[in-house]
């Protein structure tokens, strides 16, 4: 049972009424973390800012999705791995393979594999990396920019996994459930 209520879109006012026509406009859809989140226009302005600005990224969509995939399973979060599955495989084009080896930070390019690897770092050691972490993703070929992207990838992922996770969002994707808890 949720713990937090998600907003019907047809009966929110104000900013949040304002946001969720933006993403039905997009998406022909709110899904229902969006709509939880939509309790508090500041955290739903917050994440899609932060969404769309790591769009624009140098990462790009596919890694993007994989490193969703690899923290939503360090930290259990079944709505961000049913709803990053079927993005991933939907609207990206990953094969299944793919997407599930993310999940335990696998992949089969050296230079995805390194970045998937680092996010599991980040994840497991709550943001304290060392100096050997940050050279290992750096010598797979990643920026300093780009390693800031995977860290910014990560917290954005944090952040979606900790709310679902606290909201006990109904889960309107296909269901996937986190092999680890």
Not at 9 to 21: D, H, I, N, Q
Not at 91 to 113: E, F, H, M, W, Y
Not at 124 to 139: L, M, P, Y
């Amino acid at each position: 049972m949720t713990r937090l209520q998600a907003l019907d879109p047809k009966e929110a006012t104000g900013r949040s009424k304002e946001l969720f026509e933006g993403i039905q406009g997009k998406l022909g859809m709110v899904p229902n973390m969006m709509r939880t989140m939509g309790n508090s226009p500041a955290v739903l302005e917050g994440y899609l800012n932060l969404s769309d600005a790591l769009g624009k990224g140098s990462l790009g969509g596919r890694l993007g999705e994989l490193i969703a995939l690899t923290v939503a399973e360090s930290n259990a979060c079944n709505y961000c791995l049913s709803a990053h599955s079927f993005i991933g495989e939907k609207l990206v084009g990953i094969d299944t393979t793919t997407l599930q080896s993310a999940r335990d930070g696998i992949n089969s390019d050296p230079k995805v594999a390194a970045a998937l690897q680092f996010a599991k770092t980040l994840v497991s050691k709550n943001g304290r990396v060392s100096s050997e972490d940050v050279e290992t993703v750096k010598a797979a070929g990643f920026s300093d920019g780009a390693v800031g992207e995977i860290v910014a990838h990560v917290a954005l992922n944090i952040l979606t996994n900790y709310f679902n996770n606290t909201a006990n969002t109904d889960i309107d994707f296909p269901v996937v459930e986190a092999a680890t808890v």
